[in-house]
T-cell receptor
Framework: GNSVTQMEGPVTLSEEAFLTINCTYT??????LFWYVQYPGEGLQLLLK?????DKGSNKGFEATYRKETTSFHLEKGSVQVSDSAVYFC???????????FGAGTRLTVKP | DAEITQSPRHKITETGRQVTLACHQT?????MFWYRQDLGHGLRLIHY???????NKGEVSDGYSVSRSNTEDLPLTLESAASSQTSVYFC????????????FGPGTRLTVL
């Protein structure tokens, strides 16, 4: 089946630290991969996505590369800010299939 | 601006009662989805619809139903609420594309006592 596993949180970092949140997936077919972010009290917002192997998604200083050989889509940011504190979800969707599978979410807290 | 809204934002009900959560989008998206969010499980798909009069079961559909009478709305009904259905519920919509991004509403926090 299709599933996503992401590192458990919570993750606490100091401002300007480097961030990595690991995400691996299992999929039948050809998945597209997503990172969503959820700020307190809000719904999920798309952060970035990649639709084929070796694609790199990037947005707001965050990056993730679709690695087919390791079935991974790790989220990285070189220097986090307090405003990046949120819950981050990795997700996948199979081509032409609207059924998305989400990871359990990783809560990030950035301290000044 | 186009948007997706949910109502109510918070709801407390009793076991056995019927509850309906509303979802309304103004993007004219054909696809609409309902998820529940529980600690440790991320988001799990309850039901989804690809268009008017179309509905499909998701991963955790037992105890829930939806109907799609127009493009804008996909109400979610709990026929007989159970304590296990205490959760945060998110509605989402997307265009009909292979990699169409899903846009999420702000969520409804439901407590079943």
């Amino acid at each position: 089946g299709n599933s996503v596993t992401q590192m458990e949180g919570p993750v606490t970092l100091s401002e300007e630290a480097f961030l990595t949140i690991n995400c691996t997936y299992t999929a039948t077919g050809y998945p597209s991969l997503f990172w969503y972010v959820q700020y307190p009290g809000e719904g999920l917002q798309l952060l970035l996505k990649a639709t084929k192997a070796d694609d790199k998604g990037s947005n707001k200083g965050f990056e993730a590369t679709y690695r087919k050989e390791t079935t991974s889509f790790h989220l990285e940011k070189g220097s986090v800010q307090v405003s990046d504190s949120a819950v981050y979800f990795c997700a996948l969707r199979i081509y032409n299939n609207n059924d998305m599978r989400f990871g359990a979410g990783t809560r990030l807290t950035v301290k000044p | 601006d186009a948007e997706i809204t949910q109502s109510p934002r918070h709801k407390i009900t009793e076991t056995g009662r019927q509850v309906t959560l509303a979802c309304h989008q103004t993007w004219n998206h054909n696809n609409m989805f309902w998820y529940r969010q529980d600690l440790g499980h991320g988001l799990r798909l309850i039901h989804y619809s690809y268009g008017v009069h179309d509905t499909n079961k998701g991963e955790v559909s037992d105890g829930y139903s939806v109907s799609r009478s127009n493009t804008e709305d996909l109400p979610l009904t709990l026929e007989s609420a159970a304590s296990s259905q205490t959760s945060v519920y998110f509605c989402a919509s997307s265009v009909v594309q292979a990699f169409g991004t899903q846009y999420f509403g702000p969520g409804t926090r439901l407590t079943v006592l």
